[in-house]
């Protein structure tokens, strides 16, 4: 679990955790639940997420997931990301996507590209994030993030 010191008068620590749910309907749609943070422990990252899967063809995966902060009114802090992922070769796969998160007050768009094999596999992404309106903190105007990611998978 992630560990949180936030500094001021007195040091506090908080262990925010994330539940979550899977559930394969059928090898072509899939639906899956997080809801992060439920105990509230960071100011803010209360999100509960829900999102489907979907095998359009054998090459072509539609991804939605929708959600909000369930504290707060879910149409000031609704979160929406759609992405579409094409299979290249049998275990090479591309995908590309749009999120709009108006917690944060940010939108975006995002690629990747994964190689999945029988025991290991690999995957590289970007994320680029602007903001969505005046009231974003995050971010100066005209101002964009652009996050990497990079993850090895292992399967026994």
Same mark, same amino acid.
């Given at each position: ?9 007195? @040091? $506090?620590?908080?262990?925010? +955790?994330?539940?979550?749910? /899977? ?5 072509? *749609?899939?639906? %899956? #639940? ?11 990252? @209360? $999100?509960?997420?829900?999102? +489907?899967?979907?095998?359009? /063809? ?5 991804? *939605?997931?929708? %959600? #909000? ?88």
């Amino acid at each position: 679990f992630p560990v949180t010191i936030v500094k001021g008068n007195r @040091n $506090r620590i908080s262990n925010p +955790f994330t539940l979550g749910f /899977t559930y394969i309907y059928h090898p072509g *749609f899939i639906i %899956g #639940g997080v809801w992060e943070d439920p105990t509230r422990a960071t100011r803010d990252e @209360n $999100r509960a997420l829900i999102g +489907f899967q979907a095998s359009l /063809t054998d090459k072509i995966i539609l991804i *939605f997931d929708t %959600g #909000g902060n369930p504290i707060k009114d879910f149409n000031d802090s609704r979160i929406w990301r759609a992405a579409l992922q094409l299979g290249l070769f049998k275990d090479v796969f591309i995908r590309g996507g749009k999120y709009q998160d108006r917690s944060l007050f940010l939108e975006g768009e995002s690629w990747g590209i994964a190689w999945i094999g029988p025991k290991l596999g690999a995957e590289f992404g970007m994320k680029t994030s602007r903001r969505l309106t005046d009231k974003s903190t995050l971010l100066y105007e005209n101002e964009r993030i652009t996050d990497a990611s990079f993850a090895f998978h292992l399967r026994f």
